[in-house]
């Protein structure tokens, strides 16, 4: 079942989604070359602190850690400790979540540390980040699941193929309905699967948490012996990169995002909905 929420529970749910963005402004000041991954992992849970927010993701399924920070060829659900230190060049991405008086938020990034990043990482990222955008810019009434699926892959799929030879777009890992828990139903896959069919109709109060992650390579993927490190089966390296949404009578709004979406909406030509967390 798809739980649909009222203005007031979204409104609770953009109070988490900005304690998410804040994590995202700490760890990103972070992240440089000799810092380790508990050092960003430090920084999440001083933001929550700060704000009375509570983690969602330390302890869910026995994650030891407030935040997820996947290096390199790390695709996702990498775990915080002080033997991973950030080497110049590196890229890592961070994925991390927020619960406010019962209702979540979720979003990750990737993040380049130093300096000295190939032309064909950066493009990785901007391709994963712009496929993330297009999925956003589908959430509108009348649409359906299968419609930001496609909208996520068509972006991934018109661009120029990288020296390396393809674009994996992860198969094993996707998006998720949000609100009164982290994870929820639907899964959003980021790729059109036709057996599927189309998904549940977008309708005001549907609120989903759209993540492509995308490898410099291979689409596959293997857990470590840890039963949360996931890295590509060819080395590649990964991109990953998620918002929280909710779909409103006035159109989208992103629930993670600093000013709710509207700078990066207004340029696929769309206006973001109102921003509840600006009224006072």
């Not at 540390?113 to 956003?136: N, Q």
């Not at 998720?176 to 998904?199: A, E, F």
């Not at 609120?207 to 080395?235: F, R, Y």
Request: net charge negative.
């Amino acid at each position: 079942m798809v739980e649909i929420k009222t203005p007031e529970q979204i409104a609770k749910m953009r109070e988490a989604g900005l304690v998410v963005a804040a994590i995202h402004a700490a760890t990103r000041k972070v992240a440089v070359p000799g810092a380790t991954t508990k050092d960003l992992d430090d920084a999440a849970r001083k933001v929550l602190a700060e704000h009375g927010a509570k983690s969602n993701f330390l302890g869910y399924g026995g994650f030891p850690a407030t935040i997820c920070t996947s290096v390199n060829d790390v695709v996702v659900h990498g775990i915080p400790d002080t033997e991973t230190v950030l080497q110049d060049g590196d890229i890592i991405s961070i994925d991390c979540g927020a619960i406010i008086d019962g209702w979540h938020g979720d979003a990750a990034y990737t993040a380049f540390v130093g300096s000295g990043h190939s032309a064909e990482l950066i493009e990785l990222s901007r391709v994963t980040e712009e496929s993330m955008w297009a999925g956003i810019a589908a959430v509108a009434k009348g649409n359906r699941l299968v419609d930001i699926s496609k909208a996520i892959e068509g972006y991934i799929r018109r661009q120029p193929r990288p020296v390396s030879g393809k674009y994996g777009i992860v198969e094993d890992y996707g998006g998720h309905g949000i609100g009164s828990q982290m994870h929820m139903d639907p899964h959003l896959l980021n790729y059109v699967d036709r057996k599927r069919g189309r998904g549940p109709k977008l309708v005001p109060g549907f609120c989903i948490a759209i993540e492509p992650m995308v490898n410099l390579g291979t689409p596959k993927t293997h857990v470590l012996e840890d039963d949360w490190t996931v890295k590509s089966n060819d080395g590649s390296w990964s991109s990953h990169w998620e918002h929280s949404v909710a779909l409103t009578e006035d159109g989208p709004l992103v629930l993670t995002s600093p000013d709710g979406g509207k700078a990066k909406l207004a340029e696929l030509g769309i206006t973001a909905a109102p921003d509840p967390s600006a009224r006072s």
